[in-house]
């Protein structure tokens, strides 16, 4: 792919709902997460050329917005910005249907996992990525992926109260992403 290439370009346009959905999970709010994909498509606009053509575009692209996003942390410290309280609405917010994991509980304890664990939960569980791009797109080993998702999936179930066979689980997406098995 050259600087001007239509297939670059049209690659790049389908991968942003993907980039959005893993701002959305590193950044918490949605105005965050589009500053976030803005950044990141801006920087990968005047890096195209650094792309290497027949790698994984959507991997590369991840891991502009990562660092990106720990670009941003390191510049604002660890600080909890809940101007208008939609953070703790969230979190106290009630299952509205029994049988089924509510969102706002599922976000609130995905929340919960460090940064770690919930980016590579996201990567895999929610973002389809295998364990290689995913340890590619941290910067890290593939045991070290692995041991993530798996912690973060065991932590994750904890918090939800989740124990595989109960009659209050998650649904079919959420299962996918935790790996417990769907409320019946």
């Known amino acids: 792919m050259t600087d001007t290439s239509p297939e670059f370009r049209r690659e790049l346009i389908s991968i942003i709902p993907n980039l959005r959905a893993f701002a959305a999970s590193l950044a918490g709010s949605s105005d965050r ?6 950044e990141t498509l801006v920087k990968a606009w005047d890096k195209q050329h650094t792309f290497q053509p027949g790698t994984n575009l959507k991997a590369w692209l991840f891991t502009i ?27 106290a917010g009630h299952p509205e249907q029994q049988g089924h994991l509510d969102l706002q509980d599922f976000r609130a304890a995905l929340d ?3 940064d770690d664990q919930r980016e590579a939960l996201i990567l895999i569980g929610a973002s389809g990525f295998s364990y290689e791009e995913a340890a590619v797109i941290c910067n890290c080993a593939v045991g070290t992926i692995k041991s993530r998702v798996s912690r973060a ?19 079919s997406v959420a299962s996918q992403i935790i790996g417990v098995a769907p409320a019946a």
Do not use: I
């Open 65 to 91: 917005l990562r660092n990106e996003f720990y670009t941003q942390m390191r510049k604002k410290g660890r600080e909890v910005q809940d101007v208008d309280g939609l953070h703790a609405m969230r979190l």
């Open 33 to 38: 997460a589009d500053d976030l994909v803005q």
């Open 153 to 171: 999936r065991t932590r994750l179930a904890d918090l939800l109260g989740l124990e595989g066979d109960g009659d209050y689980g998650p649904d």
């Open 112 to 114: 919960q996992l460090p």
